[in-house]
């Protein structure tokens, strides 16, 4: 079998590519199973920066496999998704397709996706888990599930908060309605319409690189906190982020760096305790 997942690590930026292109990039059981492992392993990585969430081939992805999903049985690799398993927390508060969507929200560092040709239902919801989102101006993409008599199930919902007006997202998943980059930009499913999305992730992956890396990662869980918590939560998480930044390594680093009018050197971010 094609190995579902690319991975390549380079000067801390992790380029993930999808890896199906004869089927568009469809998820099949395997790809979820290679997402979840993928996202884990990165998860643990030395030195980690920033993550690059593309697909290979004519498109990023183009929704669930149908045919893969409809064979499913209950012993297969897949039977996490089978029927009346999805209910089932198997990875803390998610399941299998959850998580294959979650665990790029999860990641300790900024995620960004470079979506081409299409995102459709699932493929859509991965690339809802990164942080930053470029497109095409022709990139087309759709909360599908409707035309499958099914509702978006992979973390979809919990990954627009915030990003799309509710009455845009009903609409939406109501009509199950095809979006180019230019609209889903201004709906908030894209973040850059661009020429090259690829090209652009990597470009702004390579800058985050070079910054504190603890900054990154502080900033990271701070914006957990303000997509979830109230405000008295946000409050006291802006002053322990900063507690732990003032006074380290690269604290210092990137203040030297700044008045002696050169590139800063950081070492690795520190790691936390607890």
């Known amino acids: 079998m094609t190995e579902r997942i690319l991975l390549n690590i380079d000067a801390g930026v992790a380029e993930v590519r999808l890896n199906r292109p004869e089927k568009m990039n469809a998820i099949d059981p395997a790809m979820f199973e290679a997402l979840v492992t993928i996202g884990e392993r990165l998860m643990n990585e030395a030195d980690l920066r920033a993550v690059v969430l593309s697909g290979e081939g004519r498109a990023f992805c183009a929704g669930l496999d149908m045919g893969s999903m409809a064979s499913l049985g209950s012993n297969d690799v897949g039977s996490d998704i089978g029927a009346g398993r999805l209910a089932k927390r198997t990875h803390g508060a998610a399941n299998l397709p959850q998580y294959a969507c979650t665990v790029w929200r999860d990641l300790p560092v900024p995620v960004l ?14 690339a809802l888990g990164a942080d930053v989102r470029y497109v095409a101006a022709d990139t087309r993409l759709s909360v599908m ?52 999305p ?71 971010a520190a790691k936390l305790e607890g």
């Open 113 to 126: 996706a470079a979506v081409h040709g299409v995102a459709y239902g699932g493929g859509l919801q991965i």
């Open 145 to 196: 599930e409707i035309k499958w008599g099914l509702v978006p199930d992979m973390g979809g919902m919990a990954l627009t908060r915030g990003l799309v007006r509710p009455d845009r997202l009903r609409e939406l998943i109501y009509s199950g309605r095809v979006v180019n980059g230019e609209e889903a930009c201004a709906l908030g499913l894209a973040t850059h319409v661009v020429d090259d």
């Open 198 to 268: 690829h090209a652009a992730a990597l470009a702004a992956a390579c800058d985050i690189a070079q910054k504190s890396p603890d900054a990154i990662r502080a900033g990271k869980r701070l914006m957990r906190v303000v997509e979830d918590g109230d405000t008295a939560a946000i409050l006291l998480a802006e002053s322990v982020e900063q507690d732990r930044l003032i006074g380290g390594a690269n604290q210092r680093e990137a203040v030297l760096a700044g008045i002696q009018n050169r590139a800063p050197v950081f070492q690795p």
